[in-house]
């Protein structure tokens, strides 16, 4: 999932550079089997710096068009402050965290927001996909887990209850206790 709102709608990651794997290690064996300073290597560098100029071009648009998006739809945008430098250093998630590219969108909604009027904010990503939404209580999950299930009742997306409590952690909503919210004035 690439951007999921807390209105219930979402964006689709799409995946880029997964779909392109298979033409991109084509085109660095038929680099790495040219003969070095040789015109046939000189034009396979060439498709190979071509290929992975689309796949960026391709991110940044989708990052341009979202970013667009949410500025014109919402006066105030809310991200987690997520260190995706730290984040990418899982071994199993780093290409997929860097085919969403999640930094360029952040960056590219945040100068449009400025030049807009509008207003983004970062709030602390503890437990913003653990918690409930509705009654505040903590519903451990696997990553796998898509969807969210609460004993009060409450059953969403995953992404979805994760976007209601960040907007609500932004709002100033913070649970005192399991099953109760209330409204920090502070």
């Known amino acids: 999932m690439f951007v999921a709102t807390s209105e219930g709608e979402h964006r689709k990651n799409h995946q880029y550079l ?5 033409k991109i290690k084509y085109l660095q064996r038929m680099v790495s089997r040219r003969k070095k300073g040789s015109n046939r290597r000189r034009k396979a560098v060439a498709l190979l ?18 970013s667009r998006e949410l500025v014109d739809r919402y006066d ?3 991200f987690e402050d997520l260190k995706i430098n730290h984040m990418v250093k899982n071994r ?6 860097y085919d969403a590219c999640w930094g360029m969108l952040i960056q590219f909604t945040t100068y449009k927001a400025e030049y807009a009027g509008k207003k983004v904010e970062w709030v602390d990503p503890c437990n913003t996909s653990q918690a409930c939404s509705e009654c505040g209580r903590i519903v451990k999950k ?3 887990e898509r969807i969210h299930r609460c004993s009060c009742g409450y059953t969403a997306d995953r992404d979805v209850n994760a976007a209601r409590n ?7 909503y913070i649970p005192e206790r399991p099953g109760q919210r209330e409204f920090n004035l502070a």
């Open 76 to 78: 105030l945008i809310v």
């Open 166 to 172: 960040i907007l609500q952690k932004a709002e100033g």
């Open 18 to 22: 997964r779909r392109s794997e298979r």
């Open 92 to 97: 199993h998630l780093a290409k997929s965290i």
């Open 142 to 144: 696997k990553l796998g």
């Open 49 to 66: 710096a071509k290929a992975w100029e689309q796949i960026a071009n391709r991110r940044k648009d989708t990052a341009h068009k979202v």
